[in-house]
Antibody, heavy 121, light 110 residues
C-alpha cells in the first residue's frame, strides 16, 4: 500500500524551529516530485515547497529563506525544516506525491494525513 | 487572496447536477492542466480530477472536469449526500513557479 505519514508538528514559539518528516511506504520519495502543502485553520490549501526528482527545490514566496525541503534516500523520508516560525505559519502541513515529469500537468495523487504546527507564545 | 478564484459555496439537491467554476489567468489555467481535489471535514485532500478531465481509479464518472480559456469547471451529476465536501481547483503557475490553488468551494447537499 502506498502511504505517506507526516510527523514532527507541535506547539512552538514565534521565531522557533521545527523539522517535519514525511515517511513514505510503497513509493520512493527520491523518484518523484514531492510537495508540502499547508492549510491554516478554517482556510484553503496553500503550496509551501516542492523537491523535484533531480533534487532541485522550489518555495512559495511566503516561506522562501526560512523553510528548507530535503529528502533522505536511505530513510525514504521527506523533510521540511522550518526556521523563523511566525504565527501565520500555523497550519496543518500535508506532504504529497506528484507522479509527473513536467510542471505543466502537475498534480498530487497521494497525500498524508497531515501534522499540525501551532506557532504561539 | 488565492491565485485561482472559486465561489465560496455551492448547493444542490440529491440527483441534481451542480457545477463549480475556477477562474485563473494565462500563467496557470490557460497554459497548464487543471486538477480538482475533494476534502471531507478533518481529512486530507483527495485527488478527484487530474490533467483537466481525467478521473483516478475509483472516482465515479458522475464527476467531470473541463476548461476553456482562463476558466475551468468541475461538474457533479446525480448529486449524492456523500458529495458534501470542500472542493479545490489547482494548476501549475508559470509566474510563481509552483502549483496554485483556488480558495475552495463548500458544497452543500440540501
Amino acid at each position: 500500500e502506498v502511504q505517506l505519514v507526516e510527523s514532527g508538528g507541535g506547539l512552538i514559539q514565534p521565531g522557533g524551529s521545527l523539522r517535519l518528516s514525511c515517511a513514505a511506504s510503497g513509493l520512493f520519495v527520491s523518484s518523484w516530485f514531492m510537495t508540502w502543502v499547508r492549510q491554516a485553520p478554517g482556510k484553503g490549501l496553500e503550496w509551501v515547497s516542492l523537491i523535484y526528482s533531480d533534487g532541485k527545490t522550489a518555495y512559495a514566496d511566503s516561506v522562501r529563506g526560512r523553510f528548507t525541503i530535503s529528502r533522505d534516500y536511505s530513510k525514504n523520508t521527506l523533510f521540511l525544516q522550518m526556521n523563523g516560525l511566525r504565527a501565520e505559519d500555523t497550519a496543518v502541513y500535508f506532504c504529497a506525491r506528484a507522479p509527473v515529469k513536467f510542471n505543466y500537468n502537475y498534480y498530487m495523487d497521494v497525500w498524508g494525513k497531515g501534522t499540525t504546527v501551532t506557532v504561539s507564545s | 487572496q488565492s491565485v485561482l478564484t472559486q465561489p465560496p459555496s455551492a448547493s444542490g439537491t440529491p440527483g441534481q447536477r451542480v457545477s463549480i467554476s475556477c477562474s485563473g489567468s494565462s500563467s496557470n489555467i490557460v497554459s497548464n492542466t487543471v486538477n480538482w481535489y475533494q476534502q471531507l471535514p478533518g481529512m486530507a485532500p483527495k485527488l478527484l480530477i487530474y490533467i483537466t478531465n481525467q478521473r483516478p481509479s475509483g472516482v465515479p464518472d458522475r464527476f467531470s472536469g473541463s476548461k476553456s480559456g482562463t476558466s475551468a469547471s468541475l461538474a457533479i451529476s446525480g448529486l449524492q449526500s456523500e458529495d458534501e465536501a470542500d472542493y479545490y481547483c489547482a494548476a501549475w503557475d508559470d509566474s510563481l513557479n509552483g502549483p496554485v490553488f483556488g480558495g475552495g468551494t463548500k458544497l452543500t447537499v440540501l
